[in-house]
Nanobody, 121 residues
Framework: QVQLVESGGGLVQAGGSVRLSCAAS????????MGWYRQAAGKQREFVAG???????NYADSVKGRFTISRDNARNTVFLQGNSLKPEDTAVYYC???????????????WGQGTPVTVST
């Protein structure tokens, strides 16, 4: 079974930075798109950033200029660097991967368990 495992979340002061990582476990031949979503308390899950297998990126307007998504295809890992954090960035951040191909199966979509980020005032 392939799993996405996030790490790097925690408590950060406003104006600070955070670096989230998400690694896909298991033997994997390829992954298409990867991305990050977040869900704040009492709100819907929302898109944060995405990156294609060729490195094309896309960001939500709320994080443009502050967040950067990147990936290491050799390690099947995606990163999210967040700078100039605001209290409204507080949420559980979830990793997402599409079209994950292993020797025996093609996963259309996978989600991580989530890593919480809290930005203090």
């Amino acid at each position: 079974q392939v799993q996405l495992v996030e790490s790097g979340g925690g408590l950060v002061q406003a104006g600070g930075s955070v670096r989230l990582s998400c690694a896909a476990s298991g033997t994997i031949f390829s992954i298409n798109d990867m991305g990050w979503y977040r869900q704040a308390a009492g709100k819907q899950r929302e898109f944060v950033a995405g990156i294609t297998s060729d490195g094309i990126t896309n960001y939500a307007d709320s994080v443009k200029g502050r967040f950067t998504i990147s990936r290491d295809n050799a390690r099947n890992t995606v990163f999210l660097q967040g700078n100039s954090l605001k209290p409204e960035d507080t949420a559980v951040y979830y990793c997402n991967a599409n079209s994950v191909v292993t020797k025996t199966y093609r996963y259309l979509e996978l989600w991580g368990q989530g890593t919480p980020v809290t930005v203090s005032t």
